[in-house]
């Protein structure tokens, strides 16, 4: 199993950066494809952003494209989500997740799920 702990998150104001981080362990991090996902109030949960096990290859959802960056480091076992440019609609939890497939925007593929942490922006 893969246990997924997320943090960085806070309170900014708009136009703010924040960068999240998701610390990993458990089985071999690396062969995991991982995601960004986020669910605020009385929505659903969506997806953010994803990145290969390579970290060679990514997606982002249109609302943070050319804001937001998904990186990740496999030596240290830790995912990251620069946030740049943020909006109020940011406001949400955010979940790091890790999947034993291939790199994907579907939620139902992802095997693990971090605890969340809270981004609120203010206007």
């Known amino acids: 199993q893969v246990q997924l702990v997320e943090s960085g998150g806070g309170l900014v104001q708009a136009g703010g950066s924040l960068r999240l981080s998701c610390a990993a362990s458990?089985?071999?991090?690396?062969?995991?494809?991982m995601g960004w996902f986020r669910q605020a109030p009385g929505k659903e949960r969506e997806f953010v952003a994803t990145?290969?096990?390579?970290?060679?290859?990514?997606y982002y959802a249109d609302s943070v494209k050319g804001r937001f960056t998904i990186s990740r480091d496999n030596a240290k076992n830790t995912v990251y989500l620069q946030m740049n440019s943020l909006k109020p609609e940011d406001t949400a939890v955010y979940y790091c997740?890790?999947?034993?497939?291939?790199?994907?925007?579907?939620?139902?593929?992802?095997?693990?799920w971090g605890q969340g942490t809270q981004v609120t922006v203010s206007s």
């Open positions: 997740a890790a999947t034993r497939g291939h790199t994907t925007i579907a939620a139902v593929r992802y095997d693990y």
């Open positions: 990145i290969s096990w390579s970290g060679g290859i990514t």
């Open positions: 458990g089985r071999t991090f690396s062969s995991y494809a």
